[in-house]
C-alpha cells in the first residue's frame, strides 16, 4: 500500500477482505497531512493552557490589589494586572483563530479520514490494527484512543485487541493519548510502539498508565533507544508490584 493515496473506497475495500475479528494493515502509507499542521495544532493547544494559567495569575492579582492599604500600590498592581489579562486575552483569542483554520485543515488528513470512518462502521470486524510507519502524530493518535474506546464500549462488534505503531515518530507527545487509552482500555491485549522516539518521560506515562490496566498482556517498546535501559528496568520492577500479567519488550 505504499504507493497508494489513502480513501474512502480504498478503507472499504480493505474491510470487505477482512475477516470477521480480522487485520486490518495500512502500514507504511503516509496517512499525514504533509504539512506542519498536527506539530502547531499540538503546539497551540499547550500555549493555550498557558495562558489560561497566565490569565488565572493575573485575575488573582487584580483581586488581591484591594487589599492593599496603600492606594498607590493598589492602583499599580490593579494597572498591571488588567494589562496581563488584556494581554493574555488577545493571545488566546488568536490562537483559537489559529486553532480553527487549523483544525478544518487536519479534518482533510488522510488520519482524520480513516479513524472517521473506522468510528462510523456499524459493527466493527477489525480486532488488529497495523498503522506501522504511517507518519502518525499525537494529534492523530489522540482521536485514535478515543475510537477504539468508543468501539470497544459498543454492545455489538468487536473491540481491537492489537494495535500496532511502530516507525511513528511521535515522541512523549504521543504518549499522553496511549497512557489515556491503557488506563481505559479493558480489550486492548498486545501494543506495539517500537522505534517511536519516546524518552524516559514518555516511557514513565506509560508504565504508571499499565498500573490498572488488566488486558494488556504485550507492550513492545524495542527501538526506542532515547529510554534508558537502566531507568527502564528500575520502573518495570516498581510495575511489578501492582500488574505481574504484561510482558514489556525493552531489548
Known amino acids: 500500500m505504499a504507493s497508494t493515496r489513502f480513501s474512502e473506497d480504498l478503507f472499504q475495500a480493505a474491510l470487505l477482505q477482512t475477516s470477521e475479528g480480522g487485520s486490518l494493515s495500512f502500514s507504511h502509507m503516509d496517512l499525514g497531512t504533509g504539512t506542519d499542521c498536527e506539530e502547531l495544532i499540538f503546539q497551540l493547544k499547550a500555549e493555550r493552557e498557558l495562558r489560561n494559567t497566565e490569565k488565572a495569575i493575573h485575575v488573582k492579582k487584580k483581586s488581591e ?31 483559537d483563530t489559529q486553532l480553527q483554520g487549523l483544525e478544518e485543515q487536519q479534518k482533510r488528513s488522510s488520519w482524520f ?73 479493558s480489550k486492548l491485549r498486545v501494543l506495539r510502539l517500537r522505534n517511536v522516539g519516546i524518552t524516559d518521560g514518555g516511557f514513565s506515562q506509560m508504565i504508571s498508565a499499565m498500573v490498572s490496566n488488566k488486558s494488556l498482556v504485550l507492550l513492545d517498546l524495542r527501538g526506542n533507544g532515547l529510554c534508558s535501559l537502566e531507568n527502564s528496568k528500575i520502573a518495570l520492577q516498581g510495575l511489578r508490584r501492582f500488574n505481574t500479567v504484561a510482558e514489556v519488550l525493552l531489548e
Do not use: Y
Open 65 to 95: 490589589s484591594a487589599k492593599a492599604k496603600d492606594f498607590a500600590v493598589s492602583a499599580q498592581m490593579r494597572r498591571e494586572a488588567n494589562a496581563g489579562i488584556e494581554s493574555a486575552e488577545q493571545r488566546l483569542s488568536d490562537i
Open 113 to 185: 479520514l480513516l479513524f472517521s470512518l473506522m468510528q462510523a462502521q456499524p459493527v466493527n470486524r477489525i480486532s488488529r490494527l497495523d498503522l506501522g510507519n504511517c507518519g502518525l502524530h499525537a494529534t492523530g493518535l489522540d482521536m485514535l484512543q478515543k475510537v477504539l474506546l468508543d468501539l470497544e464500549h459498543r454492545g455489538d462488534g468487536l473491540a481491537v485487541e492489537e494495535l500496532v505503531l511502530d516507525g511513528n515518530d511521535f515522541g512523549d507527545a504521543g504518549t499522553v493519548a496511549i497512557a489515556s487509552l491503557l488506563r481505559l482500555s
